[in-house]
């Protein structure tokens, strides 16, 4: 799995959203709290990359699980949802429904470096 974390570098008009939520502080969260269930973890491990602008940023922050050719776009609001994300997703293979973007917020294809097409 690949997850993939708007970090809003590119686009200094819309990217307000990474910034606003301090996304850089939250990968080294979500880092460390994978570190620590790394003997829960399926599937051999987890990918973890910052991305440009992911163009939800009225959505944001946002977090894409790409489980190939699954993906599942996610908002955040701090460490409190990502230990959800990480506990009900990540361990429990079940879909966070009070995180999830809804269809329509989501770019038409985003491809595995997290670049919108």
Do not use: Q
Not at 17 to 39: M, S, V
Not at 59 to 72: E, Q, S, Y
Not at 81 to 93: F, K, M, T
């Amino acid at each position: 799995m690949r997850i993939l974390v708007c970090t809003a570098a590119a686009r200094s008009l819309l990217g307000s959203c990474g910034r606003r939520c301090n996304t850089r502080r939250i990968i080294r969260y979500l880092k460390k709290r994978l570190h620590a269930n790394e003997p829960l973890l399926r599937d051999g491990g987890i990918d973890i990359k910052a991305t440009k602008c992911l163009m939800r940023c009225s959505d944001g922050p946002v977090l894409l699980f790409h489980n190939h050719p699954a993906k599942t776009w996610y908002r955040y609001d701090g460490e409190h949802d990502i230990d959800e994300l990480i506990c009900e997703h990540v361990l429990g293979g079940r879909v966070v429904e009070r995180l999830l973007l809804a269809e329509s917020s989501r770019p038409r294809s985003v491809d595995n470096d997290g670049k919108v097409r």
